[in-house]
């Protein structure tokens, strides 16, 4: 099994990285490969079985939409094909038809992948908490709740009723007039939720693994749950301020 | 010209901080923010002091900005500061008020001010320091400052080009700040050069700023402070006026550009802070006795550390750990892993107190916060208090730190309890700014159990 990180040394904003060193520690036989940005992918020559990008600057994430545009294509194409592919906080953005840049009056092409777009305003930033659950019931029943934070200059745009990753109990979906939040297109998930939502959703990260094909426990599944768990029982508590 | 907007919230403030003291309250920040709600100009219709000194950065201001009061006074100069009160605007509003009479007028020669780096908009365009020390730029709170380059952004459109920059060398983000200040002096540290150039914990920056190429490290001693260089186009690390050549932990003294000053506090973080303030002291024509004779007073504020026996062969040291700061709390970490004994026991308490009430305190920091440090064999037991305590023992069970030598309390009240005090000698009461209550608390009950 092989996992490719997507210019971890930079796109690593809110402890995104610890997705990574979590799912190492679940995954203990998995080979990790670390694409950085001026280099060309491992998945442009290869069949990786996830695709795992973080949260990053929004200079950054021009740079990314520039490295990533020459293999549009395949990542179209790895989509197509069901490859577990997890970006998180404005990782997903790039994906995106457009991003706009408020304050710095920049308007970008995103690899136009996902039908959303995105607006970034960096005097107007969103502080929250995410608590919602997958919308398969199934999914919802094995995963439980789903927890996580928010933070972030933009908003997300478009319809995403049927491509959803979360139908949220509390907290914003797409941007403050949406309950529905991120996108998922087959194996694709893109998510506003920032930073270390495995290790945060050991219940996530156990469907993601089995979307690999591997039935395993968490790593450190027992912390992972009572931390999850306490949270969970905050989130829920009608006097949280979300 | 003071316009009757100026002159009205003038009065009213000045009248709110008159009230404030009669009630015997501090009157470090209502007045402040009365005159900027009035007139949002406010601080723009004082009138200077002879010299205006802001320290800004992630790390350090309020130690810096301490120390240079202090020199100053002990100089003879008539200091105005913000050491007291909040460092957003109507901190500052408030400490230049205090010092202006009705009609705007300093009553001191110098103001020292600390300027919280988010609040730089707020502010500059008020008033032109001479000086701005900015000690470095580094991830902090991501609810509150998001990320480096939005705060470099930030500085970069609000600082006055006329001041002076008083910058660490060693920080690439911060020595490139404000380019369009060209009066620059920048400080750094050669002394205990690291042998490695990759840091521990993440980066803030990887690629040059200005053609993309690698930075390419010449050492790193913490995330992105070193000495780096572009591969392609030589943008990096810049030539220091003010270096720290060495450090003698055994004589307590270090050395800057020759001269030796007495180690007020031997955490590293904190040399850079002092050579920043000596780069400006020395520039303001500040003696080298002048400032070995403050530096004999000089104390870190015992808010943020202090260190005492506790009898038995025991020994207390408490110190400010700056919670949904990363970088801050890794550096304790690391400062805290390197300082003498075998028979070290840690108490944390870094949860953010009015995250964790009716509310849930975004965690995503601990992901970013380095616990290789505690791996030390010389630390024994590791206590973690709070109600975020369980998200701890996730992370070092993650970094792998042995069960054993941890423990989970939910609450802080009593944490001490948890104590090992049979085994171990040298207590460490790491604490975030808002709990010091409780620190105070729990150290208070800890002397009670050493019957100290």
Same mark, same amino acid.
């Given at each position: ?37 001026? !280099? ?8 990786? !079985? ?18 990533? &545009? ?66 398969? &019931? ?25 491509? &959803? ?71 829920? !508590? ?5 | ?134 000690? *470095? ?108 050549? +060495? ?17 007020? *506090? ?31 007073? +000089? ?9 005492? +026996? ?74 973690? +208090? ?67």
């Amino acid at each position: 099994m092989t996992i490719e990180i997507l210019f971890g040394e930079t796109a690593n904003l809110f402890g995104d990285m610890q997705n990574m060193e979590y799912l190492k520690k679940t995954l203990p036989d998995a080979a990790f490969v670390e694409t950085a940005l001026p !280099d060309k992918p491992y998945f442009v020559d290869n069949t990786p !079985d996830m695709l795992y990008m973080g949260a990053m600057t929004e200079h950054t994430q021009r740079r990314v939409i520039e490295a990533l &545009a020459p293999y549009r294509e395949r990542l179209a194409s790895l989509i197509d094909g069901g490859t577990l592919m997890l970006f998180t906080g404005n990782a997903g953005e790039t994906l995106f038809r457009h991003i706009s840049y408020v304050t710095e009056k920049i308007e970008t092409d995103g690899l136009d992948l996902v039908p959303l777009t995105a607006k970034t305003d960096l005097f107007d930033r969103y502080n929250g908490k995410a608590l919602g659950h997958l919308p398969g &019931a199934a999914e919802a029943q094995a995963v439980g709740p789903v927890t996580g934070f928010r933070s972030q200059f933009s908003r997300w745009y478009g319809e995403n009723a049927d491509n &959803a990753f979360l139908r949220m109990d509390r907290g914003m979906g797409l941007n403050e007039d949406s309950t529905l939040e991120g996108w998922r297109d087959r194996n694709l998930i893109c998510t506003a939720v920032i930073g270390p939502i495995l290790p945060l959703n050991p219940k996530l990260t156990e469907y993601l693994c089995s979307l690999m094909g591997v039935c395993v426990p968490a790593a450190f599944r027992d912390a992972a749950i009572r931390a999850w768990e306490q949270r969970v029982i905050e989130m829920e !508590d009608p006097e949280t301020r979300f | 010209m003071k316009t009757l907007r100026f002159l009205f919230a003038m009065v009213a403030a000045k009248c709110a901080a008159l009230g404030l003291r009669l009630l015997g309250r501090n009157a470090t920040y209502l007045p402040g923010l009365i005159a900027v709600k009035l007139a949002p100009d406010f601080i723009g219709h004082l009138k200077k002091p002879e010299t205006l000194i802001c320290v800004t950065g992630t790390n350090g201001k309020t130690t810096t900005s301490n120390f240079i009061t202090s020199v100053l006074k002990s100089t003879g100069k008539r200091v105005t500061n913000n050491s007291f009160g909040s460092n957003v605007q109507a901190g500052v509003a408030a400490a230049l008020l205090l010092n202006a009479n009705l009609f705007g007028k300093p009553k001191n020669d110098v103001a020292v001010i600390e300027v919280d780096e988010r609040s730089s908009l707020k502010i500059y365009p008020y008033i032109t320091p001479d000086y701005i020390v900015i000690n *470095n730029i580094m991830r902090d709170s991501l609810k509150r400052n998001a990320h480096t380059e939005f705060i470099s952004f930030i500085l970069n459109s609000a600082i006055p080009k006329e001041s002076t920059l008083i910058l660490n060398a060693d920080d690439i983000i911060c020595s490139h700040l404000a380019p369009q200040c060209e009066k620059r002096i920048y400080f750094g540290m050669d002394a205990e050069k690291p042998d490695h150039t990759e840091g521990m914990a993440a980066k803030d920056i990887v690629y040059c700023p200005a053609c993309g190429g690698r930075l390419v490290a010449e050492y790193i001693r913490y995330n992105h402070i070193g000495r780096v260089k572009c591969e392609r186009c030589g943008y990096g690390t810049p030539d220091r006026d003010f270096t720290v050549t +060495a450090i003698d932990r055994e004589n307590g003294t270090f050395t800057v550009n020759g001269e030796d000053y007495k180690l007020v *506090n031997d955490n590293i973080v904190n040399v850079f802070n002092f050579c920043g303030a000596i780069a400006l002291l020395t520039t303001l024509g500040v003696t080298h006795a002048e400032i070995v004779k403050a530096f004999e007073t +000089a104390e870190i504020v015992k808010t943020r550390f202090v260190s005492e +026996a506790l009898g038995g062969g025991r020994s207390l040291t408490m110190i400010l750990s700056k919670g949904q700061n990363p970088v801050a709390v890794s550096r304790v970490f690391s400062y805290v892993s390197k300082c003498e004994g075998d028979d070290k026991c840690l108490l944390v308490m870094v949860d953010d107190k009015a995250d964790n009430t009716n509310n849930v305190e975004n965690t995503c920091w601990l992901y970013d916060l380095d616990y290789r440090p505690l791996l030390d064999k010389g630390i024994g037991q590791i206590i973690f +208090a709070g109600k975020r305590c369980y998200e701890h023992q996730l992370r070092c069970a993650m970094t792998g730190i042995p069960a054993a030598k941890t423990a989970f309390v939910p609450e802080v009240a009593g944490s001490v309890n948890a104590i090992d005090l049979d085994r171990f000698k040298d207590i460490y009461l790491l604490y975030d700014n808002y709990l010091l209550d409780d620190a105070r608390r729990e150290e208070k009950a800890l002397k009670g159990r050493c019957g100290a």
